[in-house]
Nanobody, 115 residues
Framework: QVQLVESGGGLVQPGGSLRLSCAAS??????LGWYRQAPGKQRELVAE???????TSANSVKGRFTISRDNAENTVALQMNSLKPEDTAVYYC???????????WGQGTQVTVSS
């Protein structure tokens, strides 16, 4: 059974930093990543990383957010720096099975950037 357990959300002031972590279990995953969904908006990709370390990130977060992965521990982290109010959203961990086009989601963690 696939499980994705997220941690690290919260309230931070503009310009601050947060680190999100996700522990994935139950299978082998080709791609781990983070998506976010703000109120009234569609869920969007923030960043993702393959098992070989290739990363993709949204233009809106480049230079501010860094995704990393520990294949041995099956974890993925998102270091978020220089946060802006428009980064406020529920952030979801995502995992794609190796060899199958099946995507799993975590329960979501709230990130609020506000003074």
């Amino acid at each position: 059974q696939v499980q994705l357990v997220e941690s690290g959300g919260g309230l931070v002031q503009p310009g601050g930093s947060l680190r999100l972590s996700c522990a994935a279990s139950g299978s082998i995953f080709s791609i781990l990543g983070w998506y976010r969904q703000a109120p009234g908006k569609q869920r969007e990709l923030v960043a993702e990383i393959t098992s070989t370390g290739r990363t993709t990130s949204a233009n809106s977060v480049k230079g501010r957010f860094t995704i990393s992965r520990d294949n041995a521990e099956n974890t993925v982290a998102l270091q978020m720096n220089s946060l802006k109010p428009e980064d406020t959203a529920v952030y979801y961990c995502s995992a794609v099975l190796r060899g199958k086009p099946i995507q799993y989601w975590g329960q979501g963690t709230q990130v609020t950037v506000s003074s």
